[in-house]
């Protein structure tokens, strides 16, 4: 019997050994769509220092689950029992879908060279090798961006660190305006970031494959890197 995965996150790979833990005879497949092996998303930020290696965050994975990397489905066929990729056919006897969440940004960032969303390894490599000596912009004041400065603040590299908070809180929602304010001057302490409360980008000039320059409602930034955080 083949149990047939798709997704190489932590649900993925959890649901993976569960299974073969129960059952060694199974035939556990999981399709990635990464190019690397099952890492901890949670951990991503690690990854924006030169210092750690995409290995140090790999996940444990039972022996005997194969894994097929760089295989984007793009067909479920429910009756015959068949996943189709770009390039593949895989069947299958029970499918379980792991496949994730998609990042929101207001732009397709893919082919933007100073902008990213922060969802995969690729997304860290590309934000820690682009960011050198240049003013980044974090869009979001969620986890994501909170524990991205906290990596940020650390690289020499970055010139100044700014985080747009939208709604004019910090975290979630419902923390109170006090408890925003103390975690605002504490990273606001360190002489590199700026947390701008009730702020948005306005405004925005992307040329070819670049952002030139964006506009919030108090800043301007000439050639920024632009992070995406909002989900």
Excluded: W
Aim: proline share 2%.
């Amino acid at each position: 019997m083949r149990v047939l995965i798709i997704g190489g996150g932590i649900a993925g790979v959890n649901i993976a050994n569960k299974i073969k833990r129960i059952d060694k005879k199974i035939d556990v497949l999981i399709l990635s769509k990464e190019r690397y092996r099952p890492y901890d998303r949670i951990q991503l930020c690690r990854l924006l220092s030169e210092k750690t290696h995409i290995d140090e965050l790999a996940l444990e994975i039972e022996d005997g689950i194969s894994i097929e990397f760089e295989q984007s489905v793009i067909q479920i066929d429910t009756k015959n029992k068949k996943v189709f990729s770009q390039n593949a056919m895989y069947g299958y006897d029970y499918l379980i879908i792991a496949s994730g969440s998609i990042p929101k940004s207001p732009i397709d960032t893919a082919d933007i060279k100073n902008a990213s969303v922060f969802r995969c390894a690729d997304d860290a490599f590309k934000i820690r090798d682009q960011i050198k000596s240049r003013d980044v912009v974090i869009v979001g004041a969620g986890a994501i961006g909170l524990e991205t400065i906290e990596t940020l603040v650390k690289e020499d590299k970055v010139k100044s660190i700014t985080l747009l908070s939208r709604s004019g809180s910090l975290y979630a929602k419902q923390m109170n305006a006090q408890m925003t304010l103390f975690i605002k001057e504490a990273y606001e302490q360190t002489g590199k970031v700026n947390i701008s409360l009730k702020d948005e980008i306005v405004d925005m000039c992307i040329k070819g494959k670049q952002i030139e320059q964006i506009k919030t409602k108090r800043f301007a930034f000439e050639y920024p890197f632009v992070i995406y955080g909002i989900g």
